[in-house]
């Protein structure tokens, strides 16, 4: 009778060991469950919802009032460390940017000049973004009529996006109003005060109503077929696939007529291929 009592005794004990042990073991999991998913983590006995409390009020009483000196009680959650460094910068290439400015004298002392057909006051100044040959996000500026500056930018905006590649963007100040040096150097601008090429009116670009859109890749053609540009030679045949190139009814042709541009290259006799004007001229 003894033997059986004692038997019974050391059941119910375990019993008790056994739920007190996993109410220990439940706090510890639930502590550890609340770092992964807060940045500030409380101790487990202040929070009232995590799993750890739901399992000790389920708990007997008996159980409850046992304190087992072989659990070692969870340690206070810490803060995680911040991480140090710079923040990250997203990746690819920037958005399109444009500003639309004032023009300076001193920003057109070369190409602008008293009894040009447009006065200073109605020239505009765009710095914007541009899609390099180098396959990277440039800054570029051309300078054109105020009444065309947003159309323009527009425009540009759209090339940026298609990824049509520009060799460089600078006002033809830079080349002290050489339009030749201009375009031997592959550059793209807008207003010039001078006359259209083999004429003695004036052009669209004096009013700054003209844009030329990479000059060596899209060249001048005289009508027999030559050009004033020897970098420009491997490029005269239309039509022709290489970066940069401008072709009959492509998206660069698209874009400009969507703000009621023509292109040269649509002219009969000689061809323009880099020239875009508000009248087509």
């Known amino acids: 009778m003894t033997s059986l009592w004692n038997r019974r005794s050391a059941v119910v004990m375990a019993a008790l060991v056994g ?44 159980s409850a009032s046992v304190t087992p000196s072989s659990v070692t009680p969870s340690p206070v959650p810490v803060s995680p460390t911040p991480e140090t460094g710079p923040t990250p910068s997203p990746s690819g290439p920037p958005p399109f940017s444009a500003t639309v400015e004032k023009v300076s004298r001193d920003d057109v002392r070369h190409s602008w000049r008293p009894g040009c057909p447009v006065p200073l006051s109605g020239l505009r100044k765009i710095t914007m973004t541009y899609w390099g040959f180098d396959g990277q996000a440039h800054t570029g500026t051309l300078v054109v009529n105020k009444k065309v500056a947003e159309d323009v930018a527009s425009v ?54 003209a844009v030329d859109l990479n000059p060596r890749e899209n060249p001048y053609v005289y009508a027999n077929g030559s050009n004033a540009h020897r970098n420009a030679d491997a490029f005269v045949d239309r039509p022709l696939k290489k970066p940069g190139v401008i072709n009959s009814g492509d998206r660069v042709v698209r874009a400009f007529e969507q703000i009621g541009w023509g292109w040269g290259g649509s002219w009969s006799g000689a061809k323009d291929y880099q020239h875009f004007s508000v009248n087509g001229r």
């Open 156 to 209: 540009f905006g759209k090339l940026y996006d298609m990824r049509y590649p520009i060799r460089r963007m600078e006002p033809v100040d830079v080349y002290k109003g050489s339009d030749f040096d201009s375009i031997e150097a592959d550059n793209t601008s807008a207003f010039n005060c001078r006359n259209a090429t083999g004429s003695g009116s004036w052009s669209n670009h004096a009013y700054g109503l």
């Open 19 to 62: 739920m007190t042990g996993c109410a220990g073991v439940g706090d510890a999991g639930a502590s550890a469950t609340a770092r992964t998913r807060v940045s500030a983590p409380a101790p487990a006995s202040s929070a009232p919802d995590s799993p750890a409390s739901a399992t000790s009020s389920a708990a007997p009483a008996s």
